[in-house]
């Protein structure tokens, strides 16, 4: 397949999956919650929302022209998690526009929705068939991107450490505020720290505020996603967490379905928001500097440490690398 057949068959992938048959959709969510309790309709649809603006044609476009895609075709393997639904694709996405063939390994927690991906775009792109493999075990492969926890990782580099690879650890997201924020830009940010539940390396687990905001202010914007309490898995959270904070006897603030505890710590727990202080912009970069190993992406409104906006952490486009690894770069120059 050339480049711009490639590029044309993920496009009508976006168009597709968006235009899906609302019986057909509510029957692939609910198979998606009974194998992964958090992935809701809205969550699902979410993700779903999301391809849709990746997968542009002339977003694909511009992207893959920075690149040399004449590859020898090469089997990759993806090892790919199941935190947020179709937490894979990119990975899947990266491969195939690259040129090579794919083998996945999929996540028990992801496996419904990533198949029906890959069967719409066969469906639509009959050659792919012969590119993507599904496989318990993987062999026979030339290189590898495997994501998983600090723990995994470690598993990862013992056996995959002598392919080429790409091995991805824990990662959270932070937000900048300066101040001068409004309600409305405070209920965007939100968006990042709730959606997914806040399972995904995009959500914001900690927000970095100067000395004289009076962090109190969030909580009324933020009633918008009070309804989060109502799922069952993020309230058994929610119980726990304050449990501990109060058997602790850490101080905290508590809006009846979000905490907020200020910490020098960087990845919260579901239902835990962190916070942290700063007194100046150079005493705020010493903190960003030392978080760097640790932070997927920074949300920032004044545009001085991200072109992130409030609410956009979980819209990334293709150029967008997981871990600022420029994983297209990786699969092109392959040896």
Known sequence: MRDDERIAAFHRLATSLVTLDEEIFQSLALK?????????EKSV???VSNLE??????????????YDLNVKPKKIAIVMAGNIPLVGFHDFLCVLISGHSVLIKTSSKDNTLIRFVVDQLVAIEPRFKDRIEFAEQLKGFDA???????NTSRYFEYYFGKYPHIIRKNRTSVAVLTGNENDNDLRDLGIDVFSYFGLGCRNVSKLFVPATFAIERIFPPWEHYHDIIHHHKYCNNYDYQKSVLLVARIPFLDSGHVMLQETERLVSP?????????????DLDSKLAASQEKIQCIVDNSGRYSKIKFGHAQSPGPEDYADQIDTLKFLTELK
């Open 270 to 282: 579901i239902s835990v928001v962190y916070y942290q202080f700063y007194n100046s912009a150079g």
């Open 32 to 40: 998606a919650a009974s194998e992964n309790p958090w992935f809701t």
């Open 53 to 66: 603006q990746m997968l542009s044609g002339k977003t694909l476009s511009q992207w893959t022209s920075q």
């Open 45 to 47: 649809r979410m993700a």
């Open 144 to 150: 590898i991107i495997a994501t998983g926890s600090d």
